[in-house]
């Protein structure tokens, strides 16, 4: 099986799935990269004081020009890049991004100050109606 997936042109530019919530443990995602993106904290006045911040983030596919497929995921806060996804919640989102043929998701994040520094904590849940 090839492991690479063409991805269909979106219909949608942008897409907001899931719900805030300020309880930590309801964003069970830990993303990568923050050590490297300390820069974009700081952009966004979050230090090491300040409280827990539940937001709204912006997940913006990395697609590789020649093969057309997603290579990776950003996460951004304000236009400030703060982390990127790891499978499994990579594929999660590259799933969910074609299923809802959109171009971008938003979705709920938790900006906290960890023992290491600044991390960043997104939800990837679809809400479902009732």
Do not use: C, N
């Amino acid at each position: 099986m090839w492991p690479f997936r063409r991805r269909k042109s979106p219909k949608l530019e942008v897409v907001r799935v899931g719900e805030t919530s300020g309880d930590l443990a309801d964003y069970p995602i830990l993303t990568v990269g923050q050590s490297r993106l300390e820069g974009s904290f700081a952009a966004l006045d979050f230090t090491a004081e300040s409280a827990p911040r539940f937001t709204w983030s912006t997940l913006t596919p990395v697609v590789d020009p020649r093969m057309k497929t997603i290579a990776d995921i950003t996460i951004s806060v304000d236009s400030q890049v703060v982390g990127y996804l790891r499978p499994p919640a990579l594929d999660q989102a590259i799933d969910l991004l074609e299923r809802l043929r959109a171009a971008t998701l938003e979705v709920p994040a938790a900006l906290v100050w960890g023992p290491t520094g600044p991390e960043t904590y997104v939800r990837l849940e679809e809400h479902q109606p009732d």
